[in-house]
């Protein structure tokens, strides 16, 4: 992929920087069990590239970790550990990323990089036969070179509630 990066996302329409970037991503099943990945990225100033893996455990879920570097704007890692289950009546996922030094990618470019911490937990069960209880909390911690917001640390608890409406189609 390539083209220009976006600026001001979600406040203005057709805000593109006059930089051109580029990405890239692969995967490769490398059996039933195993898929390896692999992630690249650059614009002028910030490039990265990392590569990671997933490892399904029969019916009882995936896993997945990662591991990127970055150079140019910022020199670090990222890391990345996941886990998810999705049944036909129960998803769990659970996601954790971590930066170190001044780790960069794309959406650096337009002045906020990534987060230092990244915590996601999300769980999803049915209450009645058309509903679905769903529960989430995210935590975020900022990079700690960025000098407004150093140490700004976020919690987001949300619940959320589906219900079906009409009749069922088979």
Known sequence: EGGFLRRNYGLRSFDYGGTPGASGSYRYGWSDTLTLEGHGEGAAGVY??????LLRFGQWGVANAALGGSTGGGSGGQGV???QLIMPRFSFIAQTSRTAGGYRDLASIGGTPPPRIFDQL????????????????????AADDIPTSAGLDTGIVSRSEERRVGKECR
């Open 48 to 53: 990265n590239a990392g590569g990671g893996a």
């Open 81 to 83: 550990l996941g886990y």
């Open 122 to 141: 999300n769980l999803s069960v049915p209450i009645l036969r058309t509903q679905t209880l769903g529960l989430s909390y995210i935590h975020s911690h």
